[in-house]
C-alpha cells in the first residue's frame, strides 16, 4: 500500500501548500478522483443499457444449460464476448475507491511514514466544521452523513442499472440495506478525515447516478423508438 499512500502523501502535502486547509485537501482529492471515474460510471450505465437487449438470452442460456453449470457459464462467458459485454467493468470504480480508501487511511494512520513536511504531521490534527481533530473519529454526525449518502447512492444505482431492477437477488438487496449500516459502523471507529472522503465520494455519486439515470433512459428511448419504427 505504501506504493500508493507515499504518492498520495505527496500530493496531499503539495496542494495543503496551496490551500492551506486540509479539510479542503481530502475535498479536493475526492472530486478530482470522482471526476477521473465519471468515463467508466458512464460506460458502465452503456453496458447496463445493452444488458438490457441481452437479458431474454441470457435467460435462455440458463434454462437451456441449467443442469450443467459449467457449460453454461462456458456459454454465457462466450455470448459476453459477443456482444463485448464484460461484468468485471462494474467492479472497477469500487476497486479504484478502495484502493484510493486504504492509502489515506495509510496516510492518516502513519502520516510520519508517508509524509517527509513536518507542517502536515499537524495539518491532519486540524478541525473542520464540527470535527475538532480530523485524525480522530467523528462519533456521529459525520458517520450518519456517510451511511445516508451511500444509502442513496446504492439506491439510485439500482434505478439506474436495469439488471438489477425487479431483480430478486438477495446479494443485492442485502447490500443495498447492509452496507450503508456497515459504512456508519466503520466511520465511527476510523479517522474523521477518511469519513469525509467517503461522504464527499457518495455524495457527488448520487448525482452522478441521477445524471447516468438520464442518460440511460434517453439510450432506451431511443431504441424503443427504433424497435417501433421496424
Not at 485537501?25 to 444488458?51: G, R
Not at 462467458?77 to 459477443?82: L, M, S, V
Not at 459525520?142 to 445516508?148: Q, R, Y
Request: charged share 15%; with cysteine; aromatic share 14%.
Amino acid at each position: 500500500m505504501g506504493i500508493i499512500a507515499k504518492p498520495l502523501g505527496w500530493l496531499m502535502t503539495w496542494l495543503y501548500g496551496m490551500i492551506g486547509n486540509y479539510a479542503l485537501v481530502i475535498i479536493l482529492i475526492t472530486v478530482a478522483v470522482k471526476i477521473i471515474l465519471y468515463p467508466i460510471y458512464k460506460n458502465q450505465i452503456l453496458s447496463s443499457a445493452n444488458m438490457a437487449d441481452m437479458q431474454p438470452k441470457i435467460q435462455e442460456i440458463q434454462r437451456k444449460y441449467a443442469k450443467d453449470k459449467e457449460l453454461m457459464n462456458q456459454k454465457l462467458a462466450e455470448f459476453y464476448q459477443e456482444e463485448n459485454y464484460n461484468p468485471a467493468k462494474g467492479c472497477l470504480p469500487m476497486v479504484i475507491q478502495m484502493i484510493v480508501i486504504m492509502a489515506l487511511f495509510a496516510v492518516l494512520r502513519n502520516p510520519m511514514t508517508y509524509i517527509s513536511n513536518e507542517e502536515m504531521y499537524f495539518a491532519i490534527h486540524e478541525s473542520f466544521l464540527w470535527i475538532k481533530d480530523l485524525s480522530q473519529p467523528d462519533l456521529w454526525i459525520l458517520p450518519i452523513l456517510a451511511g445516508v449518502a451511500t444509502f442513496l447512492s446504492q439506491w439510485l444505482n439500482k434505478l439506474t442499472n436495469p439488471t438489477m431492477q425487479g431483480s430478486t437477488n438477495m446479494m443485492m438487496t442485502v447490500m443495498m440495506y447492509f452496507f450503508p449500516i456497515m459504512i456508519v459502523w466503520l466511520a465511527r471507529s476510523y479517522p474523521s478525515g477518511l469519513a469525509l472522503y467517503w461522504f464527499v465520494s457518495q455524495f457527488i455519486q448520487v448525482f452522478f447516478n441521477l445524471r447516468l439515470n438520464q442518460i440511460r433512459k434517453k439510450i432506451v428511448k431511443e431504441k424503443t423508438t427504433k424497435k417501433a419504427k421496424k
